[in-house]
């Protein structure tokens, strides 16, 4: 009840400073559906309405400043304006932005792609949905069968075939806690298509194994975030994929990563690079264009083959679009350096020793999880699976990132299922602020 109130209480400050966005939103719900462009821009009280971003901050509608760690869900690495970008993208602007033809800057990109992630061959996409939705398909064409895996409560975009035991919609069956049960997202999703999906919980070699034995010449392959987003953020166990990898080629199937959100984000070469497995197939997107709508799916020859012989038609409009190109190879070259990544570690230390020091000072159970720019408060002691993160509280998380928003730092909304994203650009002095805004959420929840 006392954190019911204190959340009442940060949710009406909010609310009074964030008019202007509501006065937006209450005008846009006639000819936009809910008020919102996607679903998750609506984030309770309020969505706000974004005016402008330079270098590590953004200013809302109401014109309040807030450092960024929301970082337009994982995409900021760069920060908001970046020189490198800006200069990139203005300088395609003028030579033409769409031809559906192939252009040079698909040569060096691709090159670079395959230096960081350790994969040949490479096509683009425009989002992350159509880059797990092409390795889905790459996974089914190059073997025949239909069936895929996939974790519970990992999200890996919009499409039939991964819309399955999420989090936003939680089913009353969900089955036990060893054998999750395939929940489709809603009624959009027929059951036909969605059952073809088995989960399994995250971290757990043996269930893995155990579907594999009980569907054999079934399973196309395994669509995983190799560290587990979404819902918080959750490392596997030690050992894990090179394991994974190892028991999927026994049953012919192939390990697709969903590098998304971690793709350039908790190494230069994402999870393929901290793990030292690489994978059959990486999903890119999000900070890899730098804040232009982006997307790649990376393969070994022989899945690219299939490509190739159009055996699956990968296809698309805008794909390997000019202007993402160009922001890619800015990025690439310009911006995600080597000095980049040890400024991500600096201000991540900073960030992770001021919280762990304010969870222990006031008592508070908890840690942070976090690997280069990525990180999350963990409001619980362990958090595992799904099923862990089922388990715990999810007002902590809310009332945490009202705590930051009202103190000028914009996290990622929906309580416990973020992470916060750094850029290049965001300074010590950014890192304190939160630091400064965690530590009176904690003496608040402590003396509630
Ligand atoms: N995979 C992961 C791991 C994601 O976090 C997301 C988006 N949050 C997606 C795929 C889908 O990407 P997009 O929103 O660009 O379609």
Redesign the pocket.
């Given at each position: 009840r006392a954190l019911d109130e204190l959340i009442a209480g940060q949710e009406k400050i909010l609310t009074d400073r964030t008019a202007g966005s509501a006065r937006l939103r209450a005008e846009a719900r006639e000819s936009l559906a809910g008020g919102v462009a996607s679903a998750w821009q609506d984030s309770p009280p309020v969505a706000v309405w974004i005016e402008d971003g330079h270098a590590a901050h953004v200013r809302d509608v109401d014109g309040t400043d807030y450092v960024d760690l929301h970082g337009g869900?994982?995409v900021g690495l760069a920060g908001h304006a970046h020189p490198a970008i800006v200069a990139a993208v203005t300088g395609r602007v003028r030579h033409g932005t769409h031809f559906a033809q192939p252009t040079r800057d698909l040569i060096p990109v691709t090159r670079l792609l395959a230096e960081r992630f350790g994969l040949p061959q490479w096509r683009f996409t425009n989002?992350?949905?159509?880059?797990?939705m092409d390795a889905v398909h790459l996974m089914r064409a190059a073997t025949g069968r239909k069936k895929i895996l996939k974790v519970e409560g990992?999200?890996?975009?919009?499409h039939d075939s991964v819309q399955v035991s999420g989090y936003a919609r939680v089913a009353e069956d969900i089955g036990p806690d060893d054998r999750p049960r395939s929940v489709a997202y809603g009624p959009a999703y027929p059951t036909e298509i969605t059952d073809l999906t088995l989960v399994v919980p995250f971290g757990d070699l043996a269930a893995v194994e155990r579907v594999l034995a009980e569907h054999p010449g079934e399973i196309a392959g395994m669509i995983i975030?190799p560290v587990m987003?979404?819902i918080g953020l959750i490392v596997p166990p030690d050992g894990y994929h090179a394991e994974l990898k190892a028991l999927l080629h026994r049953h012919g199937a192939h390990l697709a990563y969903?590098e998304?959100?971690t793709g350039f984000a908790i190494a230069p070469g994402g999870a393929t690079e901290l793990f030292g497995t690489t994978p059959d197939i990486v999903?890119l997107?999000?900070a890899m264009g730098g804040g232009i709508p982006c997307?790649a799916v990376g393969a070994t020859r022989a899945l690219m083959d299939r490509i190739a012989d159009h055996t699956y038609e990968q296809v698309g409009t805008f794909n390997g679009n000019p202007m993402m190109l160009a922001a890619t190879r800015a990025m690439l070259t310009e911006v995600l350096t080597e000095d980049a990544y040890r400024g991500f570690d600096a201000l991540r230390s900073r960030m992770t020793g001021g919280v762990e020091a304010a969870l222990r000072r006031y008592g508070l159970p908890g840690y942070v999880a976090a690997h280069g720019a990525k990180g999350s408060v963990i409001f619980t002691e362990r958090l595992r699976n799904f099923r862990d993160f089922l388990a715990y509280d999810d007002r902590w998380g809310h009332l945490h990132w009202l705590y930051q928003h009202n103190g000028g730092v914009f996290l990622p909304p929906w309580g416990k299922t973020e992470q916060w994203t750094l850029s290049v650009q965001h300074t010590a002095e950014d890192a304190e602020r939160f630091v400064l805004n965690f530590e009176r959420f904690a003496a608040a929840v402590h003396t509630a």
């Open positions: 869900f994982g989002s992350g949905t159509e880059a797990t990992s999200y890996h975009g919009h975030e987003m979404n969903d998304v959100k999903c997107a999000k997307g």
